[in-house]
């Protein structure tokens, strides 16, 4: 049986990140990225547009360098597994949410674009730029 777990999305934050640390001292940094697409359809020519949100969590040194660099409208592409939260609610419902565990970042566009702010973290260099997989991520998750 053959299992793949890989999701590779880039579009723009919908807002700041939230960045926090947990009782271990680990970052944890949050945050949603819009996935825009447009298509016209064969019937009508009707041109179309939609919107899907993802949201993504980052873990340890990843989290902390998105944290301080990713800003809202900021280009984004994002490299990692999709990870499933289940639990019942006060009422008794069942609920889960699907999300995105990053596991490699890139800043799309140089600095000032795509709504960023402040310096990459490569010093200011124009072009992607990449925060590398952290290893603390996979102890959290086995």
């Known amino acids: 049986m053959v299992m793949v777990n890989k999701v590779i999305v880039a ?13 271990s001292g680990s970052a944890v940094c949050e945050f949603t990225i819009a996935l825009n697409r447009a298509y016209t359809r064969r019937q009508t020519q009707e041109r179309v547009e939609e919107t899907a949100f993802v949201d993504v969590v980052a873990w340890g040194r990843t989290a902390e360098v998105c944290g301080e660099y990713l800003k809202k409208g900021r280009a984004t592409l994002v490299e990692g597994r999709l990870t499933q939260s289940r639990w019942e609610a006060p009422d008794g419902r069942k609920m889960s949410r699907l999300r995105v565990t990053a596991e490699s970042v890139q800043f799309l566009g140089g ?3 795509d709504g960023a702010s402040g310096e990459a973290p490569s010093g200011g260099q124009a072009g992607p730029q990449e925060v590398p997989p952290d290893p603390e991520v996979q102890s959290l998750f086995h």
């Open 111 to 113: 600095r000032g674009q």
């Open 11 to 23: 579009g723009n934050i919908t807002a700041d990140p939230d960045l926090r640390f947990i009782a």
